[in-house]
């Protein structure tokens, strides 16, 4: 099973507003994160989707 995935973007903020009205209707939201570093979503039974901006050292 995976437990998290971690995506780079360019455009931190323009994805973290994308994702979370695409995410919304199936119930994911927005857990925690750090401002311009990353944002992690919870999709469910402990799995996490983050983005973190492309220029930010690895979490």
């Not at 973007?9 to 994308?18: C, Y």
């Not at 944002?39 to 979490?59: C, P, Q």
């Amino acid at each position: 099973m995976i437990d998290h995935i971690t995506i780079a973007v360019s455009e931190l903020q323009t994805s973290k507003l994308f994702y979370e009205r695409a995410l919304e209707p199936l119930g994911y939201r927005l857990s925690f994160g750090k401002e311009a570093v990353f944002w992690a979503f919870d999709v469910g039974d402990g799995a996490l989707f983050e983005i973190r901006h492309r220029t930010a050292n690895h979490l």
